[in-house]
């Protein structure tokens, strides 16, 4: 059983020196346990701050510790009647071949749905943040003008099209050309902004002349301060993340036009979303009748390489090399 164990926490941009790759014998289980054969491991851009050791909503991977992610595989042994032999499943697995599992937080996965990728994505802690963050924090309503940044990755795809859905003019934002035209030709964004060749602001006006009621942010910096600036009268801003300074070694300066929260009553709300746990089925209801109807695309991003590729896997999140949700098959 090959596992990414986290060796050295990084400084700036995790590099090979950060993980080593350990084997052990294949667990076995217990009773009321069960063995999982992972096939793939979720990259998320949170994994940053979790090799950090800082005080944080969940406690950092400790040096030595198997990665912590989300993963998908199957039951190929069980003492656990939930869970029995051949069942694919969700849960904390780990960045290994091989997980034991007491079914705590594990979910088995209906793959007549959607194959097992999307339940990292759509179906899964990205989705279910899409749609907390838009219908919760950001009180989405019918009409409202909404951005979002990040907006070709897992998180922000989705939060685009469900506020498409539910009546929103959606503007994105991402990196490149390709991305881009995704958004407005394949998802339905009203438009996109590509804020590595134009100014943000300045195609922010011309997109939404009258301003913005919802800003989805997911990368923070200077997108953010271009976003703060165009808010209307009682908007909001629903921080889900801050990529763009996940690697930075020094503290990032703040946005300059956050008196605009004042100005226009607005609000600016953090979440996480294993806040909203006991929610989940609301949102996966949702969620699987859109997908069931054809109503949003999901998009999952499948490296092969297996636990050696994990490292440089996780970096093409912060290269923005990724369109939709990134994943790593293990087996
Ligand atoms: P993505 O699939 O969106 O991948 C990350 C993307 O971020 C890249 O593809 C890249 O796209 C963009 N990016 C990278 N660096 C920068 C930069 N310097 N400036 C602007 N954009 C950048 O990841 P996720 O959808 O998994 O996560 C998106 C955000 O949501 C992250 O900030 C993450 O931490 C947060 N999150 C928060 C949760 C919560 O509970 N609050 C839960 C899950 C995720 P591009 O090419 O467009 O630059």
């Keep these: 059983n090959r596992q990414v164990r986290l060796a050295k926490r990084p400084v700036g941009r995790p590099d090979d020196s950060t993980w080593e790759i ?5 667990p076995e289980p217990s009773d009321g346990e069960f063995t ?15 090799l950090d050791d800082v005080k944080s909503y969940v406690p950092p991977v400790a040096i030595g510790e198997v990665m912590r992610t989300h993963a998908v595989g199957r039951v190929v042994a069980s003492k656990n009647a939930k869970f029995p032999e051949g069942q694919l499943v969700s849960g904390q697995f780990g960045v290994q071949e091989y997980a034991l599992s007491d ?17 990292l994505g759509a179906l ?17 309503e019918k009409g409202d003008t909404v951005l979002i940044s990040g907006a070709a990755g897992a998180v922000g795809s989705i939060a685009g099209q469900i506020a498409k ?27 996109a902004i590509d804020y590595k060749s134009e100014s943000v602001g300045k ?8 301003g913005i009621d919802i800003y989805f942010d997911n990368v923070g910096g200077e997108i953010l301060d271009a976003a703060l600036a165009r808010l209307r009268k009682n908007a909001r801003v629903a921080l889900c993340g801050a990529i763009s300074g996940y690697n930075a070694t020094d503290p990032q ?57 994990f490292g440089r896997t996780l970096n093409l999140l912060f290269d923005g090399a990724n369109t939709g949700k990134l994943v790593l098959k293990i087996s």
Excluded: H
């Design 124 to 140: 899964g802690f990205p989705g279910m943040t899409a749609y907390f963050g838009l219908t919760d924090v950001g009180r989405l």
């Design 203 to 210: 195609a922010l006006r011309a997109a939404a002349p009258d």
């Design 253 to 309: 300066p703040g946005p300059s036009r956050y008196l605009s929260l004042l100005v226009n009553r607005a609000s600016m709300t953090g979440f996480i979303v294993f806040d909203y746990l006991d929610r989940f089925p609301e949102g996966m209801e949702a969620m699987s009748e859109w997908i069931r109807a054809g109503e949003i695309v999901t998009r999952e991003q499948v490296e092969t390489g297996g636990v050696e590729a």
């Design 103 to 119: 079914g705590r937080g594990a979910l088995a996965v209906d793959e007549s749905l959607a194959p097992a990728p999307t339940w």
């Design 22 to 26: 350990t084997s052990e014998p294949i």
């Design 165 to 191: 859905l539910k009546g929103a003019t959606v503007i994105g934002v991402a990196g490149g050309p390709e991305k881009c035209a995704w958004l407005t030709e394949d998802l339905g964004f009203d438009a």
């Design 36 to 50: 999982v054969k992972v096939d793939y491991v979720s990259l998320d851009p949170a994994m940053r701050g979790w």
